[in-house]
């Protein structure tokens, strides 16, 4: 279809809206209204009950840290409960950064701009948080099993299942997703800077 | 006329240009109605700084763009939601079926174009002037002109494609 054949049934379609409008006073006046907007549900659910369930954790870490009483464990402790408390900082933060734009003052090539550049920040973070959470997944296990069970997880696990199969499947398991994450973002990555650099290119 | 009785006139009078906008940037009625209400709201925050600085039209065209491309897609469902599906869904009734498998390639095309290119599309089948485009976009008048004919170019290629 031509430019001109699309106009002219934009055109048409224009002066059909035209004459059926249906929008009423009352439901204007509720769209205005924050409480009729989804923005609360909007917030990003995922990352708040996760930043949820971080806190929780690392302040019950951080409540029962004596009970760490040998140095590889309190060293566990201490680094899950950085990296709890770091987490969530880090994703709301950049999802807040992609929300925060001023869409009234802004361009549309601003816009596009610090889009796509929040965007790139947001996928770098998801990626970080991806190993960040690998690392948890290890550095919990003698942490809970401690606090949890009282037992020193690496003087008196002697299950063969745990040692032997289950972290090497573990550590399969996160090559071959870690691969297939960077591939996602990596592509997200690069379309959001291809666009940045051809906006940043035009005046 | 009071600032609110304002607005509702504002909107009214523009609700077909929003439905465009909402119709380019999502993919079901229910994004479509969620952005609808995002654009209004963000009409209605930014509306005492508009204070007849620029056109109606463009500070309308510049929020409403905007809002579009910064939601987020996965900032949705739920919530309470204003039942303007029946606005929207309405008009396909009146449409004869070529003419909507018109309307339809025509969508067709400008989904094929990236973030910037739709937003220029859209002006441009809006049958804004350059200026008023550049104006919108943050681009300068020739860098619309040149734009806008590789759009041209791109739509033809998508033609020969087929």
């Not at chain 1, 806190?55 to 409540?63: E, F, G, K, N």
């Not at chain 1, 942490?143 to 997880?153: E, H, R």
């Not at chain 2, 077909?16 to 993919?27: A, D, L, P, S």
């Not at chain 2, 209400?37 to 409403?64: C, H, P």
Request: one cysteine or more; hydrophobic letters at 40%.
């Amino acid at each position: 279809m031509e430019l001109e054949e699309m106009q002219a049934v934009w055109s048409e379609m224009s002066t059909q809206l035209e004459q059926q409008k249906k929008l009423t006073d009352k439901m204007i006046t509720m769209m205005t209204q924050e409480k009729y907007r989804n923005r609360l549900n909007k917030v990003a659910y995922p990352e708040m009950i996760g930043a949820v369930i971080c806190y929780t954790v690392a302040i019950l870490i951080l409540i029962n840290l004596s009970k760490l009483d040998n140095w590889y464990t309190l060293l566990s402790g201490i680094i899950t409960v950085i990296i709890l408390l770091v987490l969530p900082i880090m994703s709301l933060g950049s999802i807040n950064k992609m929300r925060n734009l001023d869409v009234a003052r802004n361009s549309y090539k601003q816009t596009l701009i610090q889009y796509a550049k929040a965007k790139k920040r947001f996928q770098k973070v998801i990626t970080a948080s991806y190993y960040l959470g690998f690392i948890v997944m290890f550095t919990i296990m003698p942490v809970s099993s401690k606090l949890i069970n009282g037992k020193d997880f690496f003087a008196e696990t002697k299950s063969v299942w745990t040692l032997a199969v289950a972290i090497p499947l573990a550590i399969t398991f996160f090559i071959l997703f870690s691969r297939w994450v960077v591939k996602c973002y990596t592509n997200n990555i690069s379309s959001a800077e291809s666009l940045i650099k051809e906006l940043e290119e035009t005046t | 006329m009071s600032k609110e009785s304002e607005f509702t006139r504002i909107i009214k009078e523009n609700e077909g240009v929003i439905f465009k906008i909402t119709t380019i940037y999502t993919n079901d009625q229910e994004d479509q109605n969620d952005l609808y209400q995002e654009i209004v709201y963000q009409l209605w925050k930014s509306y005492d700084n508009f204070r007849g600085d620029s056109k109606i039209s463009t500070w309308m065209y510049r929020v409403a763009l905007n809002t579009a491309i910064t939601r987020l897609k996965k900032e949705k469902r739920r919530g309470k939601r204003i039942e303007i599906d029946k606005v929207i869904i309405r008009q396909t009734e009146y449409y004869d079926t070529e003419f909507e498998e018109r309307l339809k390639i025509v969508y067709a095309h400008i989904q094929g174009l990236n973030e910037l290119e739709k937003g220029l599309m859209l002006l441009l089948l809006e049958g804004k002037k350059y200026e008023e485009i550049a104006d919108i976009t943050g681009l300068s008048p020739s860098n619309v002109g040149t734009r806008i004919s590789r759009i041209k170019q791109k739509l033809k290629s998508q033609i020969v494609k087929k």
